[in-house]
């Protein structure tokens, strides 16, 4: 699977038509992807978790397992038994997830 971001600048949040620009591939192949100013993450289809490098050219693996995440303020997530998670810490080094 491949990671392709609208790269013109113009997309629906800001009242543009995303089918109006061009794709620009990305590297990495992810199931779901999410981008919110906590940054791109993404899980693939280990649900191994994953954020996109400051540079936007390579995929950090962060430890835990979720099936979805979602990336605004904060980032969360799901694991295939359907709960939810948030992460107690910002630190990549360990990004350790709690229940809630």
């Known amino acids: 699977q491949q990671i392709r971001c609208e790269s013109s600048g113009i997309n629906a949040e800001y009242g543009g038509n995303a089918l109006e620009g061009s794709w620009q591939l990305v590297p990495g192949g992810l199931r779901r992807v999410s981008k919110g100013r906590s940054g791109i993450w993404g899980v693939n289809k280990h649900h191994h978790i994953f954020v996109l490098s400051a540079n936007g050219q ?27 998670f948030c992460p107690t810490t910002k630190s990549m080094e360990a990004y350790p997830w709690k229940a809630d």
């Open 58 to 84: 390579s995929w950090q693996r962060v430890p835990g397992a979720l099936v979805h995440i979602a990336s605004g303020s904060e980032v969360w997530g799901v694991n295939s038994n359907q709960d939810i």
